[in-house]
């Protein structure tokens, strides 16, 4: 099997020649820290060598669980938010058929996400949609307490024991969280639901390798053990002892120390030239943006879909404030084949590409991009997935997550927590009044009135 590839050349040009190699030693550094857990936040290092350390034997009972989902829900809601939900969407929008919601191939239930938000619209629509369907329930949360998945998982709850009995309900319903904490956990042992354990020593955003990410991707119908297979071979590639020439995560966390400390790029861009990688990216700015983004410091992590977004954001790329640089994953080889028919008449002009693939239009697209944004001033690295399989998408998980491990350390600040997350949900309990926080509420109450 390949590997997925790095060519930071287009973004090392951008630096003085010698500095990507120079963040060797402090790379060096980051890499014995998080395998030695001498670092901050390490105490949620699980994540480090999960890839080697998932059994066959847990895979056999991820794939149990989700077969049962499979066998009796026609739909299955995913509820979770951040870190337990992020991962299980990108892998499954990756590898699913773009109209998923209205091919039903009847061998895969559909997939929908819920507690991700807290539109009212939303959940009215979802839960309208699910009046009369056979449909279960993930429920994914670590803390068990998160607002929007538990207000999403309490209408689902009562929808589906309401449609099905409670016993049968009982069948359908995973909680996937702490092993002891927090009311998922609480629910689910009163309930009787099954359950799977998020290890206490993995972050949210770095679990999709967990039943978290597994699980809602089994039932999809896609093949985790060769996810984890992807992964474990990253692992390996990404190891300490793999030389920093050799060693993608190194590299591409250097040459982005690079770009953000000495070429004063603050912004990162990763685009895609696939639109089944929109959530892959959105999965990726969780994972950079909790992850860097704190002492008020880091890379602010945004993403595009091309060519898409190049007739809006292009023009900004392109002529904008020169602060950003480009990661673009690029699927070498897509599933499917198409060729540009002939037409007698030509209107349109297109017979020059008659008897191309549309992909070969897509790559002249990506490079003629691709030159364009170096010459006004972007740097460009970019990674090359040989095709969108459960493999490659292990290998990539696993690559960006090292690489941000050894960023957010190159960057001297603690990768693994997320204290800023705490503010917003602070003030919204004070608002609603949330028992425990009379305080708050008094105080926020005062500042709101002042304010007016
Ligand atoms: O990465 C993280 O830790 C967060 O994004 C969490 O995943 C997110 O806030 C959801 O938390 P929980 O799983 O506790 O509901």
Redesign the pocket.
Known sequence: MESIKLDISKAAQFLNPGAVEAYAPHVAAAQEALEKATCPGNDFLGWLHLPSSITPEFLGQIQTVADTLREKCEVVVVA?????YLGARAVIEALGNSFAWLVNDKKNPTILFAGNNIGEDYLAELTAYLKGKKFGVIN???????TE?ALAFRLLKKQCEDQLGKEAAREVIVAITDEHKGAARAAATKEGYKTFIIPDNV???FSVLTPVGLLPIAVAGFDVKKLVEGAQQMEKETANDVPFASNIAARYAAVRQGLYSQAGKKIEIVANFQPKLHFFAEWWK?LYG?SEGKDHKGIFPAACDFTTDLHSMGQWIQQGERSIFETVISVEQPDAKLLFPHDDENLDGLNFLEGKRVDEVNKMAELGTRLAHVDGGVPNIRISVPALNEYYLGQLIYFFEKACGISGLVQEVNPFN?PG?EAYKKNMFALLNKPGYEAESKAIQERLTKEK
Do not use: A, F, H
């Open positions: 979770g938010i951040g870190g337990s994914i949360s670590k803390s068990g307490t998160t998945t972050g949210g955003r969780q909790e997320q997350v």
